[in-house]
């Protein structure tokens, strides 16, 4: 394992970088980011922590706005269903995010994309906690044997009737760690082969920050289709609101790190985006 390599990635539980200085003492988030910095991190671990939250309540007791736990809300869902499947097969897609994230933090010399990479890798390591405990309290494993996406495809039981239109279903499941360095079987939309994952690690300055931004656009792109697809057909509620919000959260970023590769004189990568259900 290299120095790039984050310690949490290999498990499929990454944990955020923690800054640290090249002197004796670690210098505090004000002294690394400033105020303006330091409160948009601070406000961001304050959401995560409401929505983490409000996700266990409503999990644990059904709608906010109800006195006991309804039925619908309880029912374990089946191993094939788009609840189960966005949730193993996102872990995967963020895996790499973070990985990527991780590898910009390490090589910019611009605070702004240094703050960026920052709150992708706190964002996505705890929704990546979140899932994985909605798959530990259902008693389903955390990587699924099926090929990535197979719960859009009409062919699970839980999405039964809802046409994909053409969407490519991956061959071959993955291990969070496969799929993060780039493995090719494994990848699904938007996520960056190994040699552009090995191309990213090797870059510095502001060539890291033109490439991580593209590789991120392109990444969050390809996300957005299985969000989509889970925030409409997913049972659980709680399920889809979770990609709903994802999907608004990562649809701003995109417009933000475009607005960020403009200002570098860079464009994003060229992407064609999944087909999305027919029905």
Known sequence: MTDH?????????????????????????????GARGTAIVLGLGAVVLVLIGA???????????????????????????????FAQDMIVHHSQGVLMAHYAELDTEDPDIGL???????????????MQGWLA??????????????WMTGSSSASAGHDMGGMAVTTGPATATSAATGADSTLMPGMATQAEMDKLKSLHGKESDIYFLQL????????????????????????????GKMLIAQTGEIQT?????EAMGAKPLPFTPPAMPTS
């Not at 960026?116 to 906690?129: K, P, S, V």
């Not at 309290?137 to 197979?150: E, K, Y």
């Not at 790190?257 to 590769?261: A, C, E, F, K, W």
């Open 257 to 261: 790190m475009t607005g960020m590769l």
């Open 216 to 243: 991120m656009i392109r990444h969050h792109q390809g996300g957005g289709p299985m969000m989509a697809y889970a925030e409409k057909y997913a049972s659980n509620p709680v399920v889809q609101n979770f990609a």
């Open 5 to 33: 390599d984050p310690s949490g990635v290999e498990s499929s539980q990454a944990t955020p970088t923690t800054p640290t200085s090249t002197g004796s003492a670690t210098p505090g988030l004000l002294g690394r980011w």
């Open 116 to 130: 960026l990479a920052y709150d992708i890798n706190y964002t996505q390591t705890a929704q990546i906690g979140q």
């Open 55 to 85: 996700t266990l309540g409503l999990a644990l007791g059904g709608s906010s706005n109800s006195a006991a736990p309804t039925s619908s809300s309880l029912v374990v869902p089946a191993a094939d269903s788009v609840d189960v499947g």
């Open 137 to 150: 309290l259902w008693d389903m494993p955390q990587i699924s044997s099926r090929p990535h996406m197979a």
